[in-house]
């Protein structure tokens, strides 16, 4: 058993807090931001020369940034973020002392070391091979290294977050059954473990290939390997931003899951169906039959999909019922307009959800369908959609969180709450702007990964239309917006962290420990008219851009 | 509440919500049709990559281009040959380190059985304008069957990144009336 003494009682919420888990998941968030603002920064000099008239950064440069850019914001940041997540998420909520936190410290050192390793592969200039390696291309050895080191360090993490749920179960600091966020978490975990796994069997032997000690990696195994991982680390996100959205309605509101069986039926739809995101990056690759691009995209139902679909009721749904219970009942919206929007937890929150749901998720269903892959695989459709999940949905959803974990982890108030009201919207609004006119280019054809849409230095010659040029100009401005909302929150978490009032206990007061909603299966906290409303624009908006997708598909070249 | 064990400990007995319920099925419903949306379009879509592609080295391919460039070269264009191959006769297309080679000429409404390959790296096949995106991998002859529906001149954009030259690799395709 831990000693009294390494706890904290915490004055808001009343929770149990374990110092050793609370500085654990203050390193690890610092880690997070710190990366997030190295690759943030990459990504902007990405955009600005992706801008035809700024053209910043010249082509060795600009290969080189965004290779940088995709590893320290897609992996670094979001990995290291998880963590904090997963340890939140068990120790805290649970009331528990955190399991092995030393193993948790060397998963932390190793993290960082390879992150660093893998960063100054790739500012040495011999390791732009882009975030997924293709072989043949080959970086040098420690790019791969690092990736490795980083990912065991991460698996760490993993095991220190189920020791933890094996401690709280024995000792008894809950009772019943794990809260959803912490099911969510554990979700999240599960896949890591899958996910890590496929990673070390690709990039060990990848590595070895590059010290020469192996003479072939096969660049269709590779890829199909490659994106067990690559894409199964994005449903872990999905899992964590999912949970992330459950904790802050909680949190913020006192929302409950409007069914508990549903929505943990959902988050185990992730689990079991994940591993058809991989397939869907191999929908133009030679060498694999359709019926098993068909099945392994859809497993004959969707059902992962349809896991997040179920999310993206009942989180709004559970934000309805908390609402109405407190009086806004009147009309279908009135609950939505006098929600808390100018709590950047709340506000960044909601807009993660709405474009997560509406950007990123229905785009991905459109990538993911065999057939129209044809007219978008390697365009810039490519990047547009995954930064509706990963930028507007998940890293927007993590910032949110970041404004309760600043007074509750780090017990400090947030320095410029004017601003801070702000940034969600701010960094919402460039990420969806990025997601929209790439997309909107990818579907004009532009290239992702090209520096120069131009073909200047080109034998033979090819002008796109001038609309791509427009879109890829909205991009930067686009970028330009989404960077100030980023430096925005680094500075408001760096500042609040160093310089915030330390916390009283006036500061989170409103805020949770009683339920607000009745009983479950009570006819009357279950009206949910106004989400019943945005599912319904949702769906229709999902039904018909899908078959829009397929009149473009019937206006290419015939093919068999 | 979400960050709270559930208020009733047998949980996953409580009765699930109307609204919920038939938007599960909605969902589930539309992923089916989606999944057969694929199955459909195989039928009657004209759209369909074929399952075709066979292993082969780079040297074989390189052989087999060079023959074909040999047999039906028309002209020279910037140091490219384009080749008018006969309607419905196979035609070779390298992807490598920056460009694609040869430069084709197709036939309107003619079929061409497309052999395409790659020497070295991946390369992504990006037909301009009509928007048609392949990914070409060293040792694998992808082959399928296309179809130009329209005259004019088509530019292949690579799409895959390929090193530092990567934006510079362009390859035509012609269609003549």
């Known amino acids: 058993m831990a000693s009294d003494t390494q706890f904290r009682t915490c004055p808001t919420t009343g929770l149990q807090i374990h110092l050793p888990a609370e500085k654990l998941i203050k390193a690890n968030a610092v880690a997070a931001v710190v990366f997030l603002a190295i690759g943030g920064l990459f990504g902007l000099s990405v ?7 700024v053209h910043l950064l010249p082509a060795d440069w600009f290969y080189l940034a965004l290779t940088a850019h995709g590893l320290d914001v897609l992996l670094v ?19 528990s002392r955190i399991a092995a936190p030393r193993v948790g410290w060397t998963g932390f050192w190793m993290m960082l070391i390879g992150a660093v390793i893998t960063n100054i592969a790739v500012l040495q200039g011999k390791s732009s091979v882009m975030f997924t390696s293709y072989v043949p291309m080959q970086a040098d050895p420690h790019f791969y290294l690092g990736i490795v080191l980083f990912a065991v360090g991460a698996l760490l993490g993993c095991c220190v977050f189920f020791g933890t749920l094996v401690i709280a179960k024995e000792e008894k600091t809950y009772e019943g059954s794990i809260p959803l966020v912490t099911f969510g978490a554990l979700t999240a975990a599960i896949i890591a473990v899958f996910t890590i796994a496929s990673g070390a069997i690709i990039l060990i032997p990848t590595f070895l290939w590059s010290m020469d000690l192996v003479s072939n990696i096969d660049p269709l195994m590779y890829k199909a390997v490659w994106w067990a991982m690559g894409h199964s680390s994005q449903q872990i996100n999905v899992s964590a931003h999912v949970a992330v959205w459950y904790a802050i309605a909680a949190i913020v509101l006192g929302a409950k899951p409007i069914s508990e069986k549903v929505s943990r039926l959902a988050f185990l739809m992730y689990i079991l169906f994940l591993q058809l995101a991989s397939a869907h990056h191999l929908l133009v690759e030679p060498g694999i039959s359709s019926e098993w691009k068909i099945f392994n995209t859809s497993y004959a139902m969707y059902l992962a999909v349809l896991g997040s679909m179920i999310h993206g009721m009942t989180v709004p749904g559970s934000i309805e019922v908390a609402q109405r219970a407190k009086g806004y009942t009147n009309g279908i919206f009135e609950w939505l307009k006098k929600a808390p929007w100018g709590n950047p937890a709340f ?69 410029w709450p004017k601003l801070a009201r702000l940034q969600p919207y701010l960094f919402g609004i460039g990420a969806a702007g990025i997601s929209l006119f790439m997309m909107g280019a990818g579907t004009l054809g532009v290239a992702r990964r090209h520096w120069d849409i131009t073909f200047t ?99 290419v070249w015939p093919l068999r | 509440m979400a960050i709270t064990p559930p208020e009733e400990r047998i949980w996953w007995n409580e009765p699930v919500a109307r609204t919920e319920l038939i938007w599960i099925i909605v969902g589930f419903m539309w992923g089916l049709f989606m999944f057969f949306m694929m199955i459909y379009w195989h039928g009657a879509g004209e759209q369909n990559l074929s399952n075709e592609a066979y292993r082969i080295t780079p040297e074989t391919f390189s052989a087999k281009t060079t023959e074909m460039v040999d047999k039906y070269k028309v002209r020279e264009e910037s140091n490219f040959p384009v080749v008018h191959p006969p309607p419905g006769s196979d035609v070779y297309l390298i992807g490598r380190l920056w460009q694609w080679w040869p430069i084709l ?73």
């Not at chain 1, 991905?364 to 509706?388: A, D, W």
């Not at chain 2, 052999?115 to 304008?129: A, K, R, T």
């Open chain 1, 47 to 53: 955009a600005l020369t992706r801008w035809p008239a």
């Open chain 1, 347 to 415: 506000s960044g929150m909601f807009l993660s959800l709405i474009m997560f749901g509406f950007i990123g998720g229905i785009t991905g269903v459109i990538l993911g369908t065999e057939q129209l892959n044809i007219i978008m695989h390697n365009t810039l459709y490519v990047p547009g959609h995954f930064h509706g999940t990963v930028v507007a949905g998940t890293t927007l959803a993590f910032m949110a969180i970041t404004y309760l974990l600043i007074p509750l982890i780090f017990q400090r108030e947030l320095i």
């Open chain 2, 105 to 177: 000429e197709f036939e309107k409404d003619q079929s061409y059985r497309l052999h395409i390959s790659s020497l070295d790296w991946q390369h992504g096949f990006s037909l301009q304008p009509t928007n048609i995106n392949l990914q070409i991998h060293p040792g694998y002859e992808m082959v399928i069957t296309v179809t130009p529906d329209q005259a004019g001149e088509y530019s292949i954009i690579c799409n895959e990144f390929c090193g530092i030259g990567h934006h510079t690799m362009i390859g035509k395709i012609y269609v003549t009336e």
């Open chain 1, 457 to 555: 230095d080109a034998a033979l010659k090819f002008d796109y239309p001038g609309a791509a040029f427009l879109m890829m100009g909205l991009n930067g401005i686009s970028a330009i917006l989404a960077a100030l909302g980023g430096i925005l929150y680094i500075l408001i978490v760096v500042g609040s962290i160093l310089f915030g009032k330390k916390v009283d206990q006036s500061i989170m007061k409103g805020k949770p420990a009683s339920s607000v909603v009745g009983k479950y299966g009570s006819a009357g906290t279950l009206a949910i008219p106004g989400t019943v409303v945005l599912v319904a624009v949702f769906f229709t908006t999902f039904v018909l851009y899908y078959f829009v997708n397929w009149k473009y598909l019937a206006e």
């Open chain 1, 77 to 95: 940041w979001i990995i290291f973020f998880e963590m904090a997540i997963l340890y939140f998420a068990s120790a805290i909520l649970l009331n």
